[in-house]
């Protein structure tokens, strides 16, 4: 397979995220009903009980009103509760339920077997190499 040229570099990103992206979702809906988006803010509600959504939307890296969406789906699946924030009258907390933690659950044999399926790909130090550089650019500040 000859050499990708480094001036498309952006387009075999934006590529390769939404295979992997909808080859995740297919598999974590298949396994526990929900999407990966879904998954990272469960994993952050769980790592962070009574986080706020404000909070949630930075973890995630999304706008809040994004996240606003995604937490209603959450909380009308069941897998989320949300309460009113003890101090700032605004704010929710919210914290992961039973059938939240269930899904979770549910979904980690598909994510190990998903990673061990890229490590098998990129081989080991190409997926530690990867998963370095994925976090460099996500968090580069141009």
């Keep these: 397979m000859p050499e990708p040229d ?3 570099l952006y387009f075999l990103l934006q590529r390769a995220a939404h295979r992997l ?22 994993f952050a509600v769980r790592d962070e009980p009574g986080i706020t959504q404000q909070r949630l939307a930075r973890a995630l890296g999304l706008r809040e009103s994004a996240v606003t969406a995604l937490v209603g789906r959450l909380t009308a699946a069941g897998l ?42 990129l081989g080991d130090d190409g997926f530690a190499g990867a998963a370095t550089a994925m976090h460099r650019l996500a968090h580069w500040e141009p």
């Design 80 to 121: 989320v509760s949300k309460s009113a924030h003890p101090r700032e009258h605004r704010a929710v907390v919210l914290e992961l339920t039973v059938p939240g933690a269930d899904a979770l659950r549910a979904a980690q044999p598909e994510i190990d077997r998903f990673n061990a399926e890229l490590r098998e790909v």
């Design 21 to 42: 992206r909808t080859t995740a979702d297919r598999r974590c809906l298949a396994a526990a009903g929900v999407t990966t988006a879904q998954l990272g803010a469960l």
């Design 6 to 8: 480094d001036q498309r």
